[in-house]
């Protein structure tokens, strides 16, 4: 028998009100977990449904992309979305795009618009070229590799920015907005809602679209940096899993899976 999923309401004793979100969707809160990932993926496994959002005020173990530690005090989001989609696991990796575009349309909708929002591929949302947020995609599939489950986890630096990073951070904060991190919540979980919707019925190339109209460096040189060397090139758009395509000084153009862009200074000077 799967347990009843525990809905709790939002924290009274901290927050004004509850989140307005979407009907479809609910809402789960904790004050801190590990990762909101891992918190809501333990629901996902005991049957949560789609629409099941998951927030902490922090976390102990964030993770950012390549398993990289995600610093996670009080003061920031820490937001975790369970979806179930019903298409090839390859399809999927369309949702990190559908899902920063929500995000950049939350933020944009909170700051004036002489605020830059840009999307850094493959899912950082840049805020005057820094960066704002990231999201981090995790799934599972099932025997027959179809998939269960899909996480979309985003991070939003409301309070705090993490400093040294190699690609310089911000937050909301630093730019003088003064939000509670539950402010974010129905703003984001709405625009997830409507792009979400949008994504299945006509596609990907409408998201493809709206990321590359804030896209961060597309037309540009880039260097994306790898563990173990770097590659420089165009930057040309996305293919239609969400790889970067990349033309190289040679004229080829190459796919790229993972990897950080960074504007290429040798390009550049
Ligand atoms: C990145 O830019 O590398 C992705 C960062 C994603 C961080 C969020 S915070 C909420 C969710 N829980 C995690 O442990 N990670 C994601």
Same mark, same amino acid.
């Given at each position: ?44 496994? /005991? ?28 003061? /920031? ?45 493959? /899912? ?146």
């Amino acid at each position: 028998m799967t347990p009843a999923l525990t809905v709790v309401t939002f924290d009274p004793m901290s927050e004004a009100s509850i989140p307005q979100i979407p009907g479809s969707y609910n809402l789960v809160t904790r004050k801190r977990v590990t990762s909101t990932n891992d918190a809501l993926r333990v629901l996902a496994d /005991n049957g949560a449904p789609e629409g099941t959002i998951l927030v902490a005020k922090s976390q102990s173990a964030g993770r950012g992309r390549y398993g990289r530690s995600w610093q996670s005090p009080p003061g /920031n989001l820490y937001f975790s979305l369970l979806l179930r989609p019903d298409c090839p696991p390859m399809q999927a990796l369309q949702l990190g795009f559908v899902a920063g575009v929500a995000l950049g349309d939350a933020i944009l909708a909170l700051v004036p618009k002489s605020v830059s929002v840009q999307h850094k591929w493959p /899912n950082d949302i840049l805020l005057d070229g820094r960066k704002l947020a990231g999201i981090l995609l995790e799934s599972g599939t099932t025997a027959s590799a179809k998939l269960d489950w899909l996480v979309i986890g985003m991070g939003v630096n409301v309070a705090n920015a993490p400093q040294d990073m190699a690609f310089p951070a911000t937050a909301l904060a630093a730019h003088g907005y003064t939000l509670r991190p539950s402010d974010l919540i129905a703003p984001i979980a709405h625009a997830l809602s409507r792009w979400i919707d949008r994504w299945r019925k006509d596609g990907f190339a409408t998201v493809r679209s709206a990321w590359y109209a804030r896209a961060y460096r597309r037309g540009q040189s880039v260097q994306v940096r790898f563990e173990d060397g770097a590659k420089s090139g165009l930057f040309v758009g996305l293919d239609d899993d969400g790889a970067m395509l990349l033309q190289t000084a040679n004229g080829a153009r190459e796919r790229l899976s993972y990897g950080a862009v960074f504007p290429d200074i040798q390009a550049a000077g």
